[in-house]
C-alpha cells in the first residue's frame, strides 16, 4: 500500500472528506489507477452516493480483479443496494482469501441465512470463530443458527400472516365511503382496515357526527368482504391488539427520535428485518417490544442484542426494557 493511499484512507477514517478528495486530486502517480478508482468509491461512499462507489469499485476490479478491497466493498454496496445475488457472489470471493476476510464471512452468512442457507450460513460463522474463539458476535450468531437448524418454518403460515398483514393495512381511502365516513374515520385516527377492525360500533356511534348512516355504509362495505367490526378485538382481544395502538396524543419525535434506523449503523441482517416490519424511523423503532421485534422472520437474539447496544448508546430503549 502507498503512502498516499494510507494518507487518504486515514483521512476518510476521521471524517476528513474534503481533504481526501483534495489528496486524491493531487495524487499523481503516487496512485495506481486500480487504487485512484478505490479511493473515488471510499469518498462516493462517505459523501452516502452508493451508486457512484459502486461504479467506482467496478471499475477498480476490471482494472484488477484481485484487489480484495475493492471487491468487499463492491459486496457491501450490492448488498445495501439489494442486489443480493452480486453481493452474495463477491463476499464468497472475498471469502476465499487468506487470510480470513472476517467482515466478509460475517456478512455472507447473513445473507445466506437470509436465503434459508442456514448451514452454509453456518459454515461462514464457525470459520470466524475458528479465527477468533472470543468473537462474541460470532459466537451469538452460531447460537441463533444452531436454533435455526432445529426450527421448523411454517411456509405456507407464513404466506397466510402476509396476506392477512397485508389487508389489515390497507388504508380506508381505498374503499368506496362517503365523505362523511371518511372524514369522520380520518378524525379518529382510523386510517386502515385494520384500525377499523379493532373499533367497535358502540365506539364509532359515540363519536361527534358519526351517525347510523354512516355506521350502517361502513358495516356493508365490511360485510362484502366478510369482515366486520372489532373483528380484531375479538379474534386477539384487546390486550394483544391494545399493544399496536397508541393510547396518547402523538407528539412528533425530535431529536435521536426523528432520526432513520440508518443512522444507527446497524448490520444488513437487522435492517432488512426492521424494514419488514415498516420500521424506519428510531422513534418507531423504540415503541417496539423485544417479542414483536423477535417475531420477525430470521430475527434473533444477536440483532436483539445489536439494536439495543445502539439504542443505549442514544440512552434509549425498546418498549419494555
Not at 459523501?47 to 471499475?59: I, P, T
Not at 464468497?92 to 445466506?112: I, T
Not at 381505498?174 to 382510523?190: A, G, H, P, T, W
Not at 382496515?193 to 358495516?219: M, P, R
Request: charged letters at 30%.
Amino acid at each position: 500500500m502507498t503512502q498516499t493511499l494510507e494518507r487518504i484512507q486515514s483521512l476518510l477514517g476521521s471524517g476528513q472528506v474534503d481533504e481526501a478528495q483534495k489528496a486524491l486530486a493531487s495524487a499523481g502517480g503516487g496512485l495506481s489507477d486500480t487504487d485512484r478508482c478505490f479511493c473515488e468509491g471510499l469518498v462516493h461512499e462517505k459523501r452516502h452516493r452508493w451508486h457512484d462507489a459502486a461504479e467506482a469499485y467496478q471499475d477498480a476490479l476490471e482494472k484488477d480483479e484481485t484487489h480484495p478491497a475493492a471487491a468487499f466493498r463492491l459486496a457491501y454496496m450490492a448488498d445495501r443496494l439489494g442486489d443480493d445475488d452480486l453481493a452474495i457472489d463477491l463476499y464468497e470471493g472475498c471469502a476465499d482469501h487468506v487470510p480470513v476476510h472476517v467482515n466478509a464471512l460475517m456478512n455472507l452468512a447473513v445473507l445466506y441465512e437470509d436465503v434459508n442457507r442456514f448451514e452454509d450460513a453456518l459454515t461462514c460463522v464457525e470459520r470466524i470463530v475458528a479465527e477468533d474463539p472470543n468473537h462474541s458476535r460470532a459466537l451469538l450468531f452460531q447460537k441463533d443458527l444452531l436454533a435455526s437448524l432445529d426450527m421448523y418454518y411454517d411456509e405456507e403460515g407464513e404466506r397466510v400472516r402476509e396476506k392477512r398483514d397485508a389487508l389489515l393495512d390497507t388504508p380506508i381511502s381505498e374503499f368506496e365511503l362517503s365523505v362523511r365516513s371518511r372524514n369522520c374515520l380520518k378524525q379518529m385516527d382510523i386510517h386502515t382496515l385494520g384500525d377499523l377492525l379493532s373499533t367497535t360500533a358502540a365506539e364509532l356511534l359515540a363519536y361527534k357526527n358519526f351517525g347510523e348512516t354512516s355506521l350502517h355504509e361502513i358495516e356493508a362495505m365490511l360485510t362484502q368482504k366478510s369482515l366486520r367490526l372489532g373483528q380484531l378485538l375479538d379474534d386477539y382481544g384487546p390486550e394483544t391488539v391494545g399493544q399496536l395502538a397508541v393510547t396518547s396524543q402523538p407528539v412528533a419525535p425530535t431529536g435521536i427520535l426523528a432520526r432513520s434506523v440508518s443512522e444507527l449503523e446497524l448490520s444488513v441482517r437487522s435492517r432488512k428485518c426492521l424494514m419488514r416490519l415498516g420500521i424506519n424511523s428510531v422513534h418507531e423503532l423504540v415503541q417496539r417490544s423485544e417479542a414483536e421485534l423477535l417475531a420477525i422472520k430470521n430475527f434473533g437474539m444477536t440483532s436483539l442484542a445489536e439494536i439495543r447496544r445502539r439504542l443505549s448508546e442514544f440512552n434509549l430503549k425498546l418498549r419494555d426494557d
